[in-house]
C-alpha cells in the first residue's frame, strides 16, 4: 500500500512537471501538496511586496526633485565659475606681463586683485558646496513636512524661522551672484573685442586695402592697467601673434566658460528661490489650526 501511494505521487510530480514552466510546477506542486500553507504564503507575498511598493512611492514622494535640480546645477555653476575663472585669471596676468605692461610696477596692484579673487574663488566654491548640501537637506525636510509623510504634521516655531532665513539668505545670494555674472562677463567682453581686432587685421591683410600697423587695440582704455604703462597697446603683427598665443585662446575660452557657469548658478539659486519659498509658505499656512476652514 505504501510503495503504491509512492508511486501515484510520483506519477503526479510528473505530471505536473510535464504540463508547465518550472516556476508554475512549482506553484501547482506547492498547492497540491501543501494546500494548507499555500494561501498563507500567497496572502503574506502580496502584502510583503504591497509594502514594498508603497514604501518605495512614499519614499519617492518625500524627494525634493526641484531642490534636486537646483542643486546640481548649483555645484556644476560654481565648479565652472571657480575652475575656469581661476586659470583664466592666471593667463591672463600672464599675457599682460610678456604683451602689454612690461614694467612690474605699473601691473602691481592688478596682480594683488587677481590674487585676491582667486583665494575669493576657493571661499566661495567652499561656501556653496556647504550651502548646497544644506539646502538639500532642508528641502528634504520641508516636503516632507507638507506632504505628511511620517504621521500627521508636525512643526515647530524654530523650523519655520530656520526655513525663513533660508529664505532670505537664497534671495540675498540670489542677488549678488546676478552681480557676479554681470562682473563676469566683461574679460569676456575685452577678449572679445581683441580677438574681433585680430580677425579684422587678418582681413585687410588678405584685401591689401589697409596695412595692419594702423590697427591696435590699446588695453589702458579699460582701466586694468595705468595710463603711463609701457607699452600699453599692441598694434599689426604683434596683436596678430598675442591673439594666436596658447594662453590668450585658453584664458578667451575659459572666462566664456565661467560666465555661463555664473549664470547656472544664477538659475539654480532661482530654482531654490521657488521651492523654499513655496515649502515656507506651506509651512506657515498649515502651521494655523484654522488652515482647514480658509477655504
Not at 605692461?101 to 571661499?123: C, F, K, N, P, R
Not at 516632507?144 to 530656520?162: D, N, P, Q, Y
Not at 575685452?190 to 574681433?196: A, V
Request: glycine content about 8%; hydrophobic content about 45%.
Amino acid at each position: 500500500m505504501k510503495f503504491e501511494n509512492i508511486s501515484s505521487i510520483g506519477e503526479r510530480c510528473y505530471q505536473v512537471l510535464l504540463g508547465v514552466s518550472s516556476v508554475k510546477g512549482t506553484a501547482l506542486l506547492w498547492s497540491e501538496f501543501f494546500p494548507f500553507l499555500s494561501s498563507s504564503h500567497s496572502k503574506k507575498l502580496k502584502r510583503n511586496s504591497a509594502g514594498c511598493f508603497e514604501c518605495c512611492i512614499k519614499c519617492l514622494g518625500g524627494v525634493p526633485y526641484a531642490s534636486l535640480v537646483a542643486t546640481i546645477l548649483c555645484f556644476s555653476g560654481v565648479a565652472l565659475f571657480c575652475g575656469c575663472g581661476h586659470v583664466a585669471l592666471t593667463g591672463t596676468v600672464s599675457i599682460l606681463e610678456q604683451h602689454f605692461s612690461t614694467t612690474a610696477s605699473d601691473h602691481a596692484l592688478l596682480s594683488e586683485v587677481i590674487q585676491l579673487m582667486q583665494y575669493v574663488i576657493y571661499g566661495i566654491a567652499s561656501f556653496f558646496f556647504l550651502y548646497g548640501i544644506i539646502l538639500l537637506a532642508e528641502g528634504f525636510y520641508t516636503t516632507s513636512a507638507v506632504k505628511e509623510l511620517h504621521g500627521e504634521f508636525k512643526t515647530t516655531a524654530c523650523g519655520r524661522c530656520i526655513s525663513g532665513m533660508f529664505v532670505f539668505l537664497t534671495y540675498v545670494l540670489g542677488v549678488a551672484w546676478l552681480g557676479v555674472f554681470g562682473f563676469s562677463a566683461v574679460p569676456v567682453f575685452m577678449f572679445y573685442n581683441i580677438w574681433s581686432t585680430c580677425e579684422v587685421i587678418k582681413s585687410f591683410q588678405t584685401n591689401m586695402t589697409v596695412p595692419g600697423d594702423q590697427i591696435c587695440v590699446d588695453i589702458r582704455q579699460y582701466g586694468i592697467i595705468p595710463w603711463n604703462a609701457v607699452p600699453g597697446k599692441a598694434c599689426g603683427p604683434i596683436l596678430e601673434n598675442i591673439c594666436n598665443t596658447n594662453e590668450f585662446y585658453m584664458s578667451y575660452h575659459l572666462f566664456i566658460v565661467a560666465c555661463a557657469g555664473a549664470g547656472a548658478t544664477v538659475i539654480a539659486l532661482l530654482i531654490y528661490m521657488m521651492a523654499t519659498t513655496y515649502n515656507y509658505a506651506v509651512l506657515k499656512f498649515k502651521s494655523r489650526e484654522d488652515c482647514c476652514t480658509k477655504f
